[in-house]
Nanobody
Framework: VQLQASGGGLVQPGGSLTLSCAAS????????MGWYRQAPGKQRELVAH???????KYADSVKGRFTISRDNAKNTVYLQMNSLKSEDTAVYYC???????????????WGQGTQVTVSS
């Protein structure tokens, strides 16, 4: 399984970015997918996940600002990030896993991540 995140960059507070995660094979249509982030000195945290049935769930810190979606035909998962804040600065990773009763359980497949920096 290969996962490649892209789309990060430097953006001003209040700005927007869209991250993409390209996956090998057809895992996106088979598994749940998640976006994680890790800020310097902090643990990796789950930002959002999307189930096989396209149900989505978000961390409270990004709810209403971020949107996770997927395109099965392109084997790609997206994270649309709006109203970005300095505290959103982190390396963002996509992941594949399973979702059960509203919780997401990651498999141990991680891409190299993409840096998002929110700064004026």
């Amino acid at each position: 399984v290969q996962l490649q995140a892209s789309g990060g960059g430097l953006v001003q507070p209040g700005g927007s970015l869209t991250l993409s995660c390209a996956a090998s094979g057809s895992i996106i249509s088979i598994n749940a997918m998640g976006w994680y982030r890790q800020a310097p000195g902090k643990q990796r945290e789950l930002v959002a996940h999307i189930t096989r049935g396209a149900n989505t769930k978000y961390a409270d810190s990004v709810k209403g600002r971020f949107t996770i979606s997927r395109d099965n035909a392109k084997n790609t998962v997206y994270l649309q990030m709006n109203s970005l804040k300095s505290e959103d600065t982190a390396v963002y990773y996509c992941n594949t896993g399973t979702a059960l009763s509203g919780s997401y359980y990651p498999y141990d497949y991680w891409g190299q991540g993409t840096q998002v920096t929110v700064s004026s």
